[in-house]
C-alpha cells in the first residue's frame, strides 16, 4: 500500500463538504485557560486534498498495513442484508475507535454513517470537530446532531434519526451507559451491533454485562436508585436486552481492553493500526511527559493530593509538559501550570493521535487511564516508553464510590501485564496537619 502523502492540518471548512467544521467551536477548545499550549506538529494526515475521491477513500480504507490481514467476511444474523451502519459517538475516542473498527474490519465508508451526539463542552466539542474532518477525508458520512442544545433538542434529534435507525442493519456504539445512546437502542431493529472503546469504561461494561448487573458507571456514588434512575429505568433494561447477544442478535466488542465477555459476545483486538497507518512515526524529545486524569473532576481523587502526586513525578522524572484531559477544569490546570511550573498542553485531537504525530516525549507517565492501555498499541515500534502511577488510598475522596480503588487498580495491573510497563511508585501524601 502506498504510503500516505503528508498535507496540513484539516482546515476550518473544505470544499465538498456537506456542513463547515465549526471554526468557532475550534477556537472555543482553546479559550478554557489561558495556560494553553500547542502540541506537536502538523504532520501527516489521511489523504484527501480537494474534492473528496470516493472510490480512492474506500480503497485507502479498506487496505490494511503490513502487519495485519483484512479480517474475512463474517456472516451476520439470519435475515440481516448489506446496508448501512449507523455509528452513535459522544466523544473525540469514541470517534476514533470507530474509524479504527471500520479499518480493521474492512468496511466499506460510503455505507458507514457516524452521528455525532454533541456534547457542551467546548474542549470535547473542538476535538470531535476535528476527528469528523479525519472521519470525513476516510469517505465517511458524518452528521452532527445539537442533540443537546435546548429542552427540545432531544426529541428533534431522536425524531430526525428514527428512519435511519429503523433502516440500519448494523449499530455501532461508543458508550452504552449513555442515557442518550440506550434510548436510541430500543428505536433500532438491527440485529448486529458493535460497542467500541469508550476508555477503560468497556472493562466495567463487560463485567456488568457478564454478571447481569444494571448498567452503571464505576464512579457513580450512591445506590443509582434515586428518581430519574427509576423513571429510565424501562429504557435502560431494553437497551441491555438489545446488547444481549442471542439467536438472531450478534454483539460485538472492539476493544484495546483486556476484557473477559459473556458467552456469545464476539471480542476484537483493537490494534490501532489506522492510527499507525497514517499518522507518524513521532520525533522523540528527551524529556518525559505527564498525562492529566479527570479522576478530580469525577470526585473520585482529592483535588490536594492529586496535586501533590503530580508535583512528585515532574521532580522524580523530569517533566516538563502536562497534556490536559478535554474534562480538566481550568483552575487545576493554573495550578499545576503555576505551581508546579509545568507547560499545559490542551490537545486538539486524541492523545493517541498527538503522540503518534510527535514530537512527544521519550517516557510518558500517566493515572491510570485509556491511554495506559492504548498508547502502548499506537507507538509500538517507536521506542517511547509508558509508565503508570497507582492511586494510593489516600488519595481518593471520602465520598468516593466503594468500587474506585478496585477498578483503578485493575486499570493499571492489567495494562502492566499487557504491555509490560514500567511501576511508578506512588508519591506519599503530605501530613495533614
Known amino acids: ?150 429542552a427540545g433538542a432531544p426529541l428533534k434529534t431522536i425524531g430526525g434519526l428514527r428512519g435511519p435507525l429503523r433502516r440500519a442493519d448494523r449499530i455501532v456504539i461508543g458508550d452504552p451507559f449513555s442515557r442518550y445512546v440506550q434510548l436510541l437502542l430500543t428505536l433500532t431493529r438491527a440485529q448486529d451491533l458493535v460497542v467500541v472503546d469508550d476508555g477503560t469504561a468497556t472493562m466495567e461494561f463487560v463485567s456488568q454485562l457478564a454478571s447481569g448487573e444494571p448498567l452503571v458507571r464505576w464512579h457513580r456514588r450512591g445506590t443509582g436508585r434515586g428518581a430519574r434512575e427509576m423513571v429510565f429505568a424501562p429504557v435502560s433494561a431494553t437497551a441491555r436486552r438489545r446488547l444481549t447477544p442471542g439467536a438472531n442478535r450478534r454483539v460485538e466488542v472492539f476493544s484495546s481492553m483486556p476484557v473477559e465477555p459473556p458467552a456469545g459476545v464476539t471480542v476484537t483486538a483493537n490494534s490501532f493500526a489506522w492510527t499507525r497507518d497514517r499518522f507518524g512515526p513521532p520525533t522523540l524529545t528527551r524529556g518525559t511527559d505527564l498525562v492529566g486524569t479527570s479522576l478530580v473532576e469525577t470526585g473520585v481523587v482529592d483535588l490536594e493530593r492529586y496535586l501533590e502526586a503530580v508535583a512528585s513525578l515532574a521532580r522524580t522524572h523530569g517533566a516538563t509538559r502536562y497534556f490536559a484531559h478535554r474534562r480538566e477544569s481550568a483552575d487545576k490546570l493554573h495550578r499545576v501550570a503555576h505551581e508546579i511550573g509545568l507547560e499545559i498542553v490542551r490537545p486538539d485531537l486524541p492523545l493517541e493521535l498527538i503522540a503518534r504525530r510527535g514530537p512527544i516525549g521519550h517516557t510518558i507517565v500517566s493515572f491510570p487511564s485509556t491511554v495506559v492501555h492504548t498508547l502502548p498499541l499506537a507507538l509500538e515500534g517507536t521506542g517511547v516508553k509508558v509508565a503508570v502511577c497507582d492511586v494510593d488510598p489516600a488519595w481518593l475522596r471520602s465520598d468516593a464510590s466503594p468500587r474506585a480503588q478496585g477498578f483503578l487498580s485493575g486499570v493499571t495491573g492489567t495494562a502492566r501485564d499487557a504491555h509490560r510497563l514500567r511501576s511508578v511508585a506512588p508519591a506519599t501524601p503530605a501530613a495533614t496537619p
Open 1 to 150: 500500500m502506498s504510503s500516505p502523502r503528508a498535507r496540513p492540518p484539516p482546515s476550518a471548512s473544505r470544499p465538498g463538504s456537506d456542513r463547515p467544521v465549526g471554526a468557532k467551536e475550534v477556537q472555543e477548545a482553546k479559550e478554557p485557560s489561558a495556560v494553553n499550549s500547542s502540541a506537536g506538529q502538523p504532520g501527516p494526515h489521511p489523504e484527501a486534498a480537494g474534492p473528496r475521491d470516493s472510490a480512492g477513500a474506500a480503497r485507502r480504507f479498506r487496505a490494511l498495513p503490513g502487519d495485519g490481514a483484512r479480517r474475512a467476511a463474517r456472516p451476520g444474523p439470519a435475515g440481516a442484508g448489506s446496508g448501512a451502519t449507523l455509528a452513535f459517538v459522544e466523544s473525540p475516542v469514541q470517534l476514533l475507535n470507530v474509524l479504527e473498527w471500520a479499518y480493521a474490519d474492512g468496511a466499506d465508508p460510503e455505507g458507514l454513517t457516524v452521528v455525532v451526539l454533541s456534547p457542551h463542552d467546548p474542549m470535547t466539542r473542538g476535538q470531535l470537530r476535528r476527528m469528523a474532518e479525519l472521519a470525513r477525508d476516510e469517505g465517511i458520512t458524518v452528521r452532527w446532531e445539537e442533540a443537546r442544545g435546548g
